[in-house]
């Protein structure tokens, strides 16, 4: 089984400052993870992914995150907020192999005020 | 410019209808999904296609159908065994279910709301 867990459903930061989106995963074996972005009436954007390699990746719209395997975690972060980056953000995680279906977090509201 | 196209983008349903969405995509993706999102709740798959002909239910496929008949096309009946239909659906595709790109690209939803 897979589950991904974002334990905030809102995160407030002020513009320019550095932000935080926390995922936590659960998997059987090696993890795919994805960060994607929401905007309003929208459909979901891809952000950034980690498969094999660096654990930094980086991503869009100067988005990056790291994968700690011990922790389990990949949460997402920006050195500079920007109002422009208030949206949902949706972590997932799927396993290689089987129905290579991923399973996605709640998703976290990012508000960045100016 | 490939990408996937959803109609309508608003949908109105009165009770004991069937209503179709549509999901159209040309980026010549194998694999289609369709999910519904309700707020708090995240993404929740509704049926899923690895290929034309062939479709398997997702973790809340009842009081929904799908058909794929065609690579390009994979549209969503929302029955009216579906007691809570209105919510926001989303449509996505990958290139191969393992995809090379590994992740999805989404359509840009259809809302839909029982009147």
């Known amino acids: 089984a897979q589950s991904v867990a974002q334990p905030e459903d809102q995160v407030n930061v002020a513009e320019g400052n550095p932000l935080t989106v926390k995922c936590t995963y659960s998997?059987?074996?090696?993890?795919?993870l994805f960060w994607y972005v929401q905007y309003p009436n929208r459909g979901l954007q891809f952000l950034l992914k980690y498969i094999t390699g660096d654990n930094l990746v980086k991503g869009s719209y100067g988005f990056e995150a790291e994968f700690n395997k011990s922790q389990t975690s990949f949460h997402l972060k920006k050195p500079s907020a920007l109002v422009s980056d208030s949206a949902l953000y949706f972590c997932?995680?799927?396993?290689?192999?089987?129905?290579?279906?991923?399973?996605f977090g709640r998703g976290t509201s990012l508000i960045v005020h100016p | 410019d490939g990408g996937i196209t959803q109609s309508p983008k608003y949908l109105f349903r009165k009770e004991g209808q069937n209503v179709t969405l549509s999901c159209e995509q040309n980026?010549?993706?194998?694999?289609m999904y369709w999910y519904r999102q309700d707020p708090g709740q995240g993404l929740r798959l509704i049926y899923y296609?690895?290929?034309?002909?062939?479709?398997q239910k997702g973790d809340i496929a009842e009081g929904y159908s799908v058909s794929r008949e065609k690579k390009e096309s994979f549209p969503l009946t929302v029955t009216s065994a579906q007691k809570n239909p209105t919510a926001f659906y989303l449509c996505?595709?990958?290139?191969?279910?393992?995809?090379?790109?590994?992740?999805?690209?989404f359509g840009s939803g259809t809302r839909l709301t029982v009147v």
């Open positions: 296609s690895q290929i034309v002909n062939d479709f």
């Open positions: 998997v059987s074996g090696n993890p795919y």
């Open positions: 997932a995680v799927r396993t290689p192999g089987g129905s290579y279906i991923p399973t």
């Open positions: 996505a595709s990958r290139d191969r279910p393992d995809g090379i790109n590994y992740g999805y690209t």
């Open positions: 980026l010549n993706h194998d694999a």
